[in-house]
Every structure is written in structure tokens, then in C-alpha cells.
């Protein structure tokens, strides 16, 4: 999963030059923007994770939490749509009662894509989202306390995959307003195939075959965007 961090990490420090220079313009500027941005925090849902059958017994969590954001650039625009291309990036989790050696089982997933949204209306308040991400998946077992923190990883997997949903930015076409409460909702398709155990920690946990990894991935998400 440190491959995953490194990308989030360079992918985060992006949005967030993004974000100020975008904050650093002068008001007569920023009604005019042709980019947007936002940031997020998700409530996932992924049937697939729950649905395998480690050899350790219990199971994942069907829902997990994540974060992510992402800046898009206007392409070409009509009086009653926009047409805006870019990225975005997000990272997840979910939780488990798997027993294992270590406190906790995690499945996590870390994903980059290039996305695209179809603006709708004159108010430029809906959107329309497309895109196709590649993700890097693991099953880490997890032991931290206020003083240490330790990880063995299980398994690891890439893939990439398409996704599409919608997003509503509440504050758009008001006056006076250039970002605000965004609320969204995607669905991931991605195959990561067969999940067992790769490396084993004193026992096995997923054992030689869990199950295949290959339902769809929900976001439910709210989070601030702005123009």
C-alpha cells in the first residue's frame, strides 16, 4: 500500500496548490474560472468484499469510509451545458471481524483516475460523471497503538476500471457564490480477481482461494467544491 500512499500524497499536494492559487485570485477572477475542484469524504459500499470467505473465519465490513478529491477544466461550453475534463484521486477502507494476528484486517483500496463531467443546466449545478480509474488494492492485517504501528500485507492486487455517476453542486448559479456543499454518488467496475493469501503471518487468513474480488464499488459522497 505504500505505492498507493505516494500517489495520494502527490495527487493531494496537487489539489491543494490548485485550491490556493484558485482561493489567491482576485474575486473578479474566480466568478470566471474555468477550472473546478473539489474534495470529498465518502461512505462506500461493497457487497464483493463482504461476499469472501476467508479461511480465518468472520468477514469484511459491507460498508467503509474514504476520502478523495479531484480538479476538472472546462473543454467547451453551451448557454445550457459545459463539457469539463481532469482527475481525481481517493483512498478507502473497510473494516473487519476477521481474527487474525495482529489487532485488525483491512481492505483497502487506492485509486487515480481521469474523469469527465457534462455539466447540465444554466446554472452549472448537476453533472453528469465518467471515467476510468486504475486502482491498487490490498488486504493488510493492521496493529498500531499510541505508540507503534506495524502492518503485514496479505494481499495486493491493480486493476483498472470504468465508473460513472452524478454530482450536485448546491451552491451553484447563487450570487455571491463560488463553492460550496457538493453531494455525489459513483459506481466503480473493477476485477481484481481471485483474493488469497499471499504472504502468511503464522497462519493463513484468507486462505488459497476467498472468492473473486469483481462486484461493483458504491461512493456515496459530500464534501466542498468550488469554481
Same mark, same amino acid.
Not at 465518467?130 to 490490498?138: E, I, N, R, S, T
Not at 450536485?168 to 473493477?190: E, P, Q, R
Not at 499471499?198 to 459522497?221: C, S
Given at each position: 500500500?505504500?505505492k498507493?500512499t505516494?500517489?495520494?500524497l502527490?495527487?493531494?499536494?496537487?489539489?491543494?496548490?490548485?485550491?490556493?492559487?484558485?482561493?489567491?485570485?482576485p474575486?473578479?477572477?474566480?466568478?470566471?474560472?474555468?477550472?473546478?475542484?473539489?474534495?470529498?469524504?465518502?461512505?462506500?459500499?461493497?457487497?464483493?468484499?463482504?461476499?469472501?470467505?476467508?479461511?480465518?473465519?468472520?468477514s469484511?465490513?459491507?460498508?467503509?469510509f474514504?476520502?478523495?478529491?479531484?480538479?476538472?477544466?472546462?473543454?467547451w461550453?453551451?448557454d445550457?451545458?459545459?463539457?469539463?475534463?481532469?482527475?481525481?484521486?481517493?483512498?478507502?477502507?473497510?473494516?473487519?471481524?476477521?481474527?487474525?494476528?495482529?489487532d485488525d484486517?483491512?481492505?483497502?483500496?487506492?485509486?487515480v483516475?481521469?474523469?469527465?463531467?457534462?455539466?447540465?443546466?444554466?446554472?452549472?449545478?448537476?453533472?453528469?460523471?465518467a471515467g476510468?480509474?486504475?486502482?491498487?488494492?490490498?488486504?493488510?492485517?493492521?496493529?498500531?497503538?499510541?505508540?507503534?504501528?506495524?502492518?503485514?500485507?496479505?494481499?495486493?492486487?491493480?486493476a483498472?476500471?470504468?465508473f460513472?455517476g452524478?454530482?450536485?453542486d448546491?451552491?451553484?448559479?447563487?450570487?455571491g457564490?463560488?463553492?460550496?456543499?457538493?453531494?455525489? &454518488?459513483?459506481v466503480? &467496475?473493477v476485477?481484481?480477481?481471485t483474493?488469497?493469501?499471499?504472504?502468511?503471518?503464522?497462519g493463513?487468513?484468507?486462505?488459497?482461494?476467498?472468492?473473486?474480488?469483481?462486484?461493483?464499488l458504491y461512493?456515496?459522497?459530500?464534501?466542498y467544491s468550488?469554481?
Amino acid at each position: 500500500m505504500k505505492k498507493a500512499t505516494s500517489i495520494f500524497l502527490i495527487s493531494g499536494l496537487l489539489l491543494t496548490s490548485t485550491a490556493w492559487a484558485h482561493e489567491r485570485q482576485p474575486e473578479s477572477q474566480r466568478e470566471s474560472s474555468d477550472f473546478r475542484w473539489e474534495g470529498w469524504l465518502a461512505l462506500t459500499h461493497w457487497s464483493g468484499l463482504n461476499d469472501l470467505q476467508p479461511q480465518a473465519g468472520g468477514s469484511f465490513d459491507t460498508l467503509g469510509f474514504g476520502l478523495g478529491g479531484g480538479v476538472h477544466w472546462s473543454m467547451w461550453a453551451t448557454d445550457s451545458s459545459e463539457f469539463l475534463l481532469g482527475g481525481e484521486v481517493a483512498v478507502l477502507a473497510h473494516g473487519s471481524d476477521i481474527p487474525t494476528q495482529l489487532d485488525d484486517l483491512l481492505g483497502r483500496d487506492a485509486y487515480v483516475a481521469v474523469s469527465a463531467k457534462w455539466m447540465l443546466g444554466s446554472a452549472r449545478n448537476f453533472s453528469l460523471d465518467a471515467g476510468y480509474g486504475y486502482h491498487l488494492m490490498d488486504i493488510s492485517q493492521i496493529d498500531s497503538d499510541y505508540w507503534d504501528y506495524d502492518e503485514f500485507e496479505s494481499w495486493e492486487e491493480s486493476a483498472g476500471g470504468p465508473f460513472v455517476g452524478f454530482t450536485w453542486d448546491t451552491w451553484a448559479g447563487k450570487t455571491g457564490k463560488n463553492g460550496g456543499l457538493s453531494l455525489g &454518488f459513483k459506481v466503480h &467496475f473493477v476485477d481484481f480477481g481471485t483474493v488469497r493469501d499471499e504472504d502468511i503471518f503464522f497462519g493463513p487468513v484468507l486462505g488459497p482461494n476467498a472468492g473473486k474480488l469483481d462486484d461493483p464499488l458504491y461512493f456515496m459522497q459530500i464534501g466542498y467544491s468550488s469554481r
